[in-house]
């Protein structure tokens, strides 16, 4: 016998307790935890930080039910583990790209047309959400139907950087909300990013959303990681049916 | 001979957190040079079915022959002969010591002369094959013994449970690689009786390609000559092995094949070797500890012909540090992500053939993803023959018609895996 552990174990072994795996000589980590190490350790670390599992969850990029063993999002692949939308080339981790996003507009509780008649007054920029049957047939999404019914609603853009995305009313949302009902499940929870420029124009991004963003005319998405210059009644179309119109004044 | 073991993990574990994963590296250098006994069982699909088209069993009899050649001298072998019943077709069965011949020039020439008389007729009873085989290993219980089936059709001369029951009667008497002909064979029997075996899976579709798998499959078992590997696993108490699975080649579940060797040891078996090198996940549940416990989850001995050799600590540290618990290492990320792909791909095409389209449109979109970011490009080509459209928009879909070829090769290789790349 090499020695009696912490619990009082009589154990073979002198680095674990062969009962109960508890260290022999706690404290003592250098030769167990020094990476690539004794017995052939290797602590090679890759990916970043997740939310622990539950029992079940909720998927926080789209909303989706999950089992807690899943690591991915069936729906919208997002990772549970490393927080991340599939990784893509020009893809910024979302995470960040929130936390330095100032809180800009919000959709809250305002009337639509209270909103839109101020922005109008202030002749600023706006966005203005719609339902769009022709993106709706040109994606041909499977499982997802058109609205039978929606409002067009309009969002004031103020701040450095705004994110629009679908939150789903757990953490940071994004700064213009394009959730609840009906819901476009096929917009992302970061689907673009819109910088103001010095000149108070704004330029659009789109950081990795999982559906990709369509702008105009233009049948191939817009490269992730790649900025372009809004104008004046530019449309965007994202997810299933969603169409964004820019206004200027 | 030389046996190694690595393990690659991230010790750490978020408060609470009661699953301990780690990638098990073990790597045979080179081979023993021994060259101890083997028997080869070749067993051969002559139903009915085999004959339609012709050219089936014409090229199966020159895979058999190719499988023949290949054999070392001095290999015990057989050929047998399957429908719903096992026959012996060489040696013949009224021969002396009967059973089993003695691979030399003599004997092969005679065993592929045996097989110009080939004619397909009746069910197929693969169970009863596979008995057949386990009777014939026995005659030389101390030799490495392996067996090659191909089969091109269901199990459907013999109930489920008998076969079943079969495949359990074999598990440990010899390692089967099995292969589908054709496209009306079930890649799920394929995979529980080669997962049950320790065996590979393959699906052959053009049948002029049998030649060259099935001599590849034979020069691979004539190249393993360690018989009996297993990796002995020691968990704590109130702690328990929640899965162990061979990862590299191919994901082969081998949980429930542990051996026990005392109340907190089980040897799970990974069948013989030769010069290789293979990946397991191991998954460890262990009680919860509060943070800053440290714990030995599992210490992993590979045991080569009953010697245990190299080993390997699986270490669990609690801690309320996020960085480093939520960090995923490297090697246990990538097989996750390749056993995922495994998964999404069997569930997809089972709603596809069940006509649930959105469910197979839904996985084999994360699969199509998973296969990408896992660099697996052998199945991101097997993906895109049944799928069209970019998985990153709208626009992804199943084909409208997905040919049976191709969904029964995606779905027989769904288990195959590419081990991890070096860094970029």
């Known amino acids: 016998m090499a020695g009696t552990c912490p619990a009082g174990h009589r154990s073979a072994t002198d680095d674990y307790c062969d009962q109960c795996g508890a260290p022999m000589r706690p404290g003592d980590r250098s030769a167990?935890?020094?990476?690539?190490?004794?017995s052939g350790r290797t602590s090679e670390i890759a990916g970043a930080a997740g939310p622990a599992p539950e029992a079940t969850k909720t998927c926080v990029h789209c909303g989706s039910p999950a089992a807690s063993r899943d690591r991915f999002c069936e729906v919208c692949g997002y990772d549970f583990v490393s927080g991340d939308v599939p990784a893509r080339d020009g893809d910024t981790a979302p995470a960040d790209l929130a936390a330095e996003a100032p809180?800009?507009?919000?959709?809250?509780?305002?009337?639509p047309a209270d909103l839109a008649a101020r922005a109008h007054s202030d002749a600023g920029w706006r966005l203005i959400v719609d339902a769009d049957r022709a993106h709706f047939d040109r994606v041909r999404p499977d499982g997802i139907s058109f609205p039978v019914a929606f409002a067009p609603r309009v969002f004031e853009l103020c701040g450095d950087v705004v994110v629009v995305g679908r939150g789903d009313g757990r953490g940071p949302g994004p700064d213009i909300d394009l959730g609840g009902e009906?819901?476009?499940?096929?917009?992302?929870?970061?689907h673009v990013l819109l910088e103001r420029a010095p000149d108070g124009s704004y330029t659009l991004l789109d950081p990795g959303s999982t559906n990709g963003t369509l702008v105009n005319e233009a049948d191939q998405p817009l490269p992730l990681g790649r900025r372009i210059a809004l104008k004046d009644r530019d449309r965007l179309f994202i997810g299933a049916w969603t169409r964004i119109m820019v206004r200027t004044g | 001979m030389t046996f190694r073991l690595e393990v690659f993990q991230?010790?750490?574990?978020?408060?609470?957190?009661?699953?301990?994963?780690?990638?098990?590296t073990v790597t045979n250098d080179g081979p023993s040079g021994a060259g101890g006994d083997a028997v080869?069982?070749?067993?051969?699909?002559?139903?009915?079915?085999m004959a339609d088209p012709p050219s089936k069993l014409r090229?199966?009899?020159?895979?058999?022959?190719?499988?023949?050649?290949?054999?070392?001298?001095?290999?015990?072998?057989?050929v047998v002969q399957g429908s719903n019943t096992a026959r012996l077709l060489y040696p013949p069965p009224d021969r002396d010591g009967g059973g089993l011949a003695v691979a030399d020039s003599v004997t092969k020439r005679e065993a592929i002369a045996s097989l110009s008389g080939l004619e397909a007729s009746g069910g197929t009873a693969i169970g009863r094959w596979l008995l057949q085989a386990r009777d014939l290993c026995a005659l030389r219980p101390s030799a490495i013994h392996h067996a090659l089936l191909l089969t091109d059709g269901k199990n459907e001369s013999e109930?489920?449970?008998?076969?079943?029951?079969?495949?359990?009667?074999?598990?440990?008497?010899?390692?089967?690689?099995?292969?589908?002909?054709?496209?009306?064979?079930?890649?799920?029997?394929?995979r529980a009786m080669a997962t049950a075996l320790l065996g590979s899976?393959?699906?052959?579709?053009?049948?002029?390609?049998?030649?060259?798998?099935?001599?590849?499959?034979?020069?691979?078992?004539?190249?393993?000559?360690?018989?009996?590997?297993?990796?002995?696993?020691?968990?704590p108490q109130a702690a328990r092995v929640k899965f162990l699975k061979q990862v590299s080649q191919q994901i082969t579940d081998l949980t429930d094949l542990a051996a026990p060797v005392n109340a907190l040891t089980a040897d799970f078996p990974t069948g013989a070797w030769g010069a290789d090198a293979r990946d397991y996940h191991l998954c460890v549940h262990v009680p919860p500890q509060p943070v800053g416990a440290e714990m030995l989850a599992a210490r992993v001995t590979v045991v080569v012909n009953g010697e245990p050799g190299d080993q390997g600590k699986v270490l669990a540290l609690w801690t309320d540090d996020v960085a480093r618990s939520t960090r995923i290492n490297r090697h246990v990320a990538h097989y996750t992500g390749q056993e995922e792909l495994a998964e999404a791909v069997q569930a997809g095409l089972d709603a596809y053939d069940a006509g649930d389209d959105v469910t197979a449109t839904a996985r084999i979109r994360r699969a199509v993803v998973l296969a990408h970011e896992t660099g697996n490009t052998a199945m991101s080509d097997l993906l895109a023959r049944i799928t069209e459209g970019d998985p990153a928009t709208g626009t992804f879909r199943l084909k409208p018609r997905v040919e049976d070829a191709d969904r029964l090769t995606l779905d027989t290789r769904s288990t195959k895996t590419i081990r991890v790349q070096k860094p970029q």
């Open chain 1, 182 to 190: 009906p819901e476009d499940v096929a917009v992302s929870r970061r």
């Open chain 2, 59 to 78: 090229e199966a009899s020159l895979a058999t022959k190719a499988a023949i050649e290949c054999l070392r001298d001095g290999t015990y072998f057989a």
């Open chain 1, 103 to 111: 809180v800009a507009a919000r959709d809250g509780d305002t009337a």
């Open chain 2, 40 to 49: 080869e069982i070749i067993l051969l699909d002559t139903s009915g079915s």
């Open chain 2, 201 to 235: 899976v393959e699906i052959i579709v053009d049948p002029s390609g049998m030649a060259a798998d099935f001599r590849a499959t034979i020069e691979d078992a004539m190249g393993r000559d360690v018989g009996e590997v297993a990796l002995r696993v020691w968990v």
């Open chain 2, 10 to 24: 991230n010790e750490y574990l978020p408060e609470a957190a009661t699953e301990v994963n780690a990638i098990i």
């Open chain 1, 32 to 38: 167990s935890v020094d990476p690539g190490g004794a």
């Open chain 2, 159 to 190: 109930e489920p449970a008998d076969f079943e029951a079969a495949i359990g009667a074999c598990v440990g008497h010899f390692q089967c690689d099995c292969r589908g002909v054709g496209t009306d064979f079930t890649p799920a029997e394929l």
